[in-house]
C-alpha cells in the first residue's frame, strides 16, 4: 500500500496552515496547524502555506519572497 503525504510524516516540526478541516491530518503528520484568516498566508521557513483560494495573493506574495523573486512594473 502506497503511503499518502501525511501518512510519511512529512511535516514533523514544522509549523503549516491548510483548509481547517484537515488541521486534524496535519497534526497527525507532525506538522503544528496554524489556524489563520481564509485569506492569509503562513510561512515557516521555505515552506509557504495558505487555508484555500482565497488566500492566493497572499501565498503568491510569500512564495516569490521566499524564492527571492522580485517584480517590478
Not at 38 to 58: M, Q, S
Amino acid at each position: 500500500m502506497r503511503k499518502s503525504i501525511f501518512q510519511a510524516e512529512s511535516f514533523k516540526g514544522r509549523k503549516l496552515t491548510a483548509y481547517p478541516a484537515v488541521g486534524p491530518e496535519v497534526t497527525i503528520a507532525g506538522g503544528e496547524f496554524q489556524n489563520i484568516p481564509v485569506d492569509g498566508a503562513y510561512v515557516d521557513g521555505n515552506l509557504v502555506t495558505a487555508p484555500a483560494w482565497p488566500a492566493h495573493p497572499a501565498f503568491i506574495r510569500e512564495f516569490l519572497k521566499v524564492m527571492g523573486a522580485k517584480v517590478a512594473i
